[in-house]
């Protein structure tokens, strides 16, 4: 298909200030960048007063598939990716059973082929069945495609072990995105096993350890000289380690998470399981330092942790309750919202934070995700910044219903979201 989308402002994070042009739109890729392109056989798209960014990349979700699929497929978990702006994503691998061969890596990727309708990628487990005792084949799991290693959810417990990681994921060129959280599984398992680990020494309060591991990894990071990625860093402990690294020159990024940005521990109490992630919502003063953080560029990219659950699963008490929340159809409204509109944010920095920086940093760059220029694939997002809506979870393309912020009124959101060069959601709808 041939279109021309005229007089869109463009902004892109490495432009600088936005400019008005015209994008003609030809064989899946950008053709033309200029004023006043003149192109009578291509179908025109009036975007004046819109925003044209490159198309949005969330590196951080979880489509269930496979294994899960009553809670979510690649299908439905690629329609609420594209109706909420995203034209790639980036897995997580604990499925069912876990991404962590390469021949389960390729079965997965030959079915997105089929299902997804955005551009779909996979991380790959640091360990056997993401159970942190033993390594996987990190070098075949990169030559079936995997665009990093990391055990979701679960921290890799052994320090010798999360250094033989990173020494294997430099060798091969492969970014480590470690989760430096407490899971049920280490608190129950590897602490009863290794009682003088330090990270969340017996009778701590639960989920208290995520600094103590940031801080480990960093520093095997930098001793090793391997890349790392921080998955949704919520505490200003955290912020502060990080900052500290980054000044020391550590190869390490990190990302942050709507709900870590802009709920605290008091509403998670009024808002109910619904509002039940790990890491778990933080104070007042974590939110703060997480919002300064992702200004002053020690956070990196906002990613949404979409992951969603069955309401039956989420609809018992917060004890019995998954963690997880659902975020692919609210992120870019949620910026939009409570960061860029009150001016925590520059539209400029927003973009780039969900668009050419999680391209650069999982090394899709390479490939066109995070570019607007010509020349390169036609993954675009057109942003109404003025369209004022009502999050109604019940009408998501998700299986789930688990959000946080159902019934929030928000400014701001993707009225056009193309992938290679084919229009696949128009007003939040995928068509």
Same mark, same amino acid.
Not at 209 to 224: H, N, V
Not at 299 to 307: E, F, L, M, Q, R
Not at 336 to 354: D, F, N, S
């Given at each position: ?31 033309? &960048? %200029?004023?006043?392109?003149? =192109?009578?056989?291509? #179908?025109?798209? $009036?975007?004046?007063?819109? /925003?044209?960014?490159?198309? @949005? ?80 084949? &990190? %070098?075949?799991?990169?030559? =079936?495609?995997?665009? #990093?290693?990391? $055990?979701?959810?679960?921290? /890799?417990?052994?320090?010798? @072990? ?270």
């Amino acid at each position: 298909m041939k279109f021309l989308i005229k007089k869109a402002s463009l902004v892109t994070g490495e432009l600088g200030a936005p400019r008005v042009s015209d994008v003609l739109i030809d064989d899946g890729k950008i053709s033309e &960048i %200029a004023e006043n392109i003149i =192109a009578p056989e291509a #179908a025109a798209i $009036d975007a004046s007063g819109r /925003v044209l960014v490159p198309g @949005l990349v969330d590196a951080h979700v979880h489509f269930r598939e496979p294994g899960q699929e009553y809670k979510e497929d690649l299908y439905t978990g690629s329609s609420a990716a594209a109706a909420g702006g995203f034209t790639t994503a980036i897995a997580e691998p604990n499925t069912v059973p876990p991404i962590d061969t390469p021949a389960r890596l390729r079965r997965l990727l030959n079915i997105a082929e089929q299902k997804s309708v955005i551009n779909f990628y996979s991380k790959s487990a640091i360990t056997k069945g993401t159970m942190g005792y033993r390594l996987t084949d &990190i %070098a075949k799991l990169k030559e =079936a495609g995997a665009r #990093a290693i990391s $055990d979701d959810g679960n921290p /890799v417990p052994s320090r010798r @072990l999360m250094r033989s990681a990173l020494v294997k994921g430099k060798e091969c060129g492969i970014l480590v995105s470690p989760h430096c959280e407490e899971s049920a599984f280490y608190r129950q398992r590897v602490l009863s096993s290794f009682p003088r680990m330090p990270y969340a020494p017996p009778g701590a309060n639960p989920y208290t350890s995520e600094a103590g591991f940031i801080e480990r990894d960093i520093e095997l990071a930098e001793k090793t000289g391997a890349r790392l990625h921080l998955s949704h860093v919520s505490l200003a402990r955290s912020v502060e380690i990080i900052a500290d690294a980054k000044k020391r020159g550590v190869n390490v990024t990190a990302e942050a998470t709507p709900q870590h940005l802009l709920l605290t521990e008091k509403m998670a109490k009024e808002i109910g399981p619904n509002a039940k992630v790990n890491p778990p919502l933080r104070s007042e003063d974590d939110v703060e330092a997480l919002r300064a953080g992702l200004a002053n560029g020690t956070i990196d990219i906002i990613a949404s942790d979409h992951a969603p659950h069955s309401p039956e699963e989420k609809n018992q008490s917060w004890d019995q309750a998954p963690f997880g929340v659902i975020g692919l159809e609210t992120t870019l409204g949620l910026v939009l919202t409570y960061l860029v509109h009150p001016g925590i944010l520059t539209l400029k920095q927003a973009i780039e934070k969900m668009t050419v920086t999680p391209a650069k940093i999982f090394g899709l760059d390479v490939l066109g995700v995070g570019c607007l220029s010509p020349g390169v694939k036609a993954d675009l997002t057109l942003i109404d910044l003025d369209r004022k809506w009502k999050v109604d979870a019940n009408s998501f393309y998700s299986k789930g219903r688990n959000c946080p912020f159902n019934g929030w009124e928000l400014q701001g959101k993707a009225i056009l979201t193309i992938v290679a060069g084919r229009v696949i959601a128009k007003d939040g709808v995928v068509i």
